[in-house]
């Protein structure tokens, strides 16, 4: 038992009045935060542990306030300590959408996210938010290489291959800076929703947001990098949820062809981000179970590529140099079966 542990415990003691309670962990996430249910008389809660030097509570309390104000259901908080990094927080239960979704329930699943999506959208908060710009993308971007090229597969990149790279990010950066901006959560997916009873999803992960591109989200959730659909249907989702955004005012004359092009590079530009990511997690903060993630994230890269001619030199320098190298896809999350094709709006 830590200190820390003795310490938040210590706070949640008094946050209660001394009432008894149970601490027993709820989950921990890729950053360093902890969350703990404290079952006690009335029920349950839950106790963010999120140390200072790491992590900064302040945009998480905001951030939450602020999207339950416009009818996101993220979690309320009851106490606050900002400056040691504790939270307690409501409990939105423990039905993950990514242990929820099947065939036979994805269409409501997803069509309540989705309005969600809308509604934040729409309504979300764009004051005081980071702008996701030219640099911003650049950065993210710049992870693939650093990460998973160099640390994770020790590539020495020829100079043909540094021009493809360097090519390819200019592409990616130029379509996601053509978009409409909205206030983006930037991690909406099947890890970060729950499901509930009322208002469902519950909305978690959200204090990283920032305004940016319409579709980074909308292909956050269709294309998770966790568990998969089939294209066509994921294609019909993304038709429906661009309806949705021009009844709530988000799009208004785009097309649909150049919102799908949208989509799929802003897919392109986020997977390739999320597989640096998750080799950083284990060479920096020592979790190498995400590296089995990286298959499937590379093939939602791969699969887009093939249909554009300026993504053709990234095609083959995956399927030459990258693929064959990442360990074999090992989760179960990949759902392949053709699901009803209802429509959302």
Not at 41 to 46: A, D, E, N, Q, V
Request: charge should be neutral; hydrophobic fraction near 40%; include cysteine.
């Amino acid at each position: 038992m830590t200190d820390r542990y003795e310490t938040m415990e210590a706070w949640i003691r008094r946050q209660l009045g001394d009432e008894a309670f149970v601490l027993t962990p709820a989950s921990c996430d890729a950053s360093f935060r902890r969350y703990w249910r404290v079952g006690h008389s009335g029920g349950t809660l839950i106790a963010m542990d999120a140390p200072p030097a790491q992590e900064d509570c302040r945009r998480y309390v905001l951030l939450s306030r602020r999207f339950r104000a416009i009818g996101v259901n993220t979690p309320e908080i009851y106490a606050e300590d900002l400056e040691r990094g504790f939270l307690l927080i409501s409990d939105l239960g423990d039905r993950v959408y990514l242990g929820q979704l099947a065939e036979d329930n994805v269409d409501p699943l997803y069509g309540d996210a989705l309005r969600v999506l809308a509604r934040i959208q729409a309504r979300g908060p764009l004051d005081g938010l980071p702008l996701y710009d030219a640099p911003f993308l650049r950065r993210e971007l710049r992870l693939f290489r650093e990460w998973l090229l160099e640390a994770h597969l020790g590539l020495q990149l020829s100079a043909e291959e540094g021009a493809v790279l360097q090519a390819l990010d200019d592409f990616l950066v130029a379509s996601a800076l053509e978009q409409p901006r909205v206030c983006v959560h930037r991690d909406f997916h099947s890890r970060n929703l729950m499901v509930t009873e009322t208002a469902n999803p519950g909305v978690l992960d959200f204090q990283d947001a920032v305004v940016g591109p319409v579709t980074y989200d909308l292909v956050s959730l269709l294309r998770d990098c966790y568990i998969s659909w089939p294209s066509e249907q994921v294609t019909d989702w993304a038709l429906d949820y661009f309806r949705l955004a021009r009844q709530a005012g988000v799009l208004r004359n785009e097309g649909s062809e150049p919102l799908l092009r949208w989509f799929d590079l802003m897919g392109v530009q986020r997977h390739l981000k999320a597989c640096g990511i998750f080799a950083r997690l284990k060479y920096r903060d020592g979790r190498p179970q995400y590296l089995a993630d990286i298959p499937r994230t590379l093939g939602y890269v791969i699969e887009v590529a093939s249909r554009y001619r300026e993504l053709q030199g990234l095609s083959r320098f995956l399927q030459d140099r990258v693929l064959p190298a990442v360990r074999p896809l090992s989760r179960p999350e990949v759902i392949s079966g053709k699901a009803p094709t209802r429509r959302l709006g």
